[in-house]
């Protein structure tokens, strides 16, 4: 119980620290108001129960479902996409991605980026 807690909460601080500076960019024009802003979201989808992907290619999992539970409140659009794992940290820092939902720990070894 206390690992799972511990997975929804530095999911949702990945999620709002590394949201990185520049607002998204992918709009589209709706009836009820101008802009709807897409939430572009990076995951592993090889972590079951976090993020897994389904026989027909969709995501699924605890992180996806977070993803999407964020983006509702958040009202806007949500994209999620399988990066993978050695990829997804680059991929946020180069604009591929807005946010990454996944578990990850710190680790004393880990170098400095």
Request: proline share 4%; net charge negative; charged share 15%.
């Amino acid at each position: 119980m206390k690992r799972t807690a511990l997975v929804a909460l530095i999911g949702t601080l990945l999620l709002t620290a590394c949201g990185g500076d520049k607002p998204a960019d992918n709009t589209t024009t709706t009836s009820t108001n101008n802009t709807t802003q897409t939430l572009r979201i990076a995951t592993e989808g090889a972590y079951a129960p976090f993020n897994y992907t389904n026989n027909d290619s969709s995501l699924a999992g605890f992180d996806v479902d977070i993803a999407n539970a964020l983006c509702a409140k958040m009202a806007v659009t949500c994209e999620i996409n399988a990066q993978d794992w050695d990829g997804i940290i680059p991929a946020l820092k180069t604009g591929k991605f807005d946010a990454i939902v996944s578990a990850m720990s710190v680790t004393l070894n880990a170098p400095n980026r």
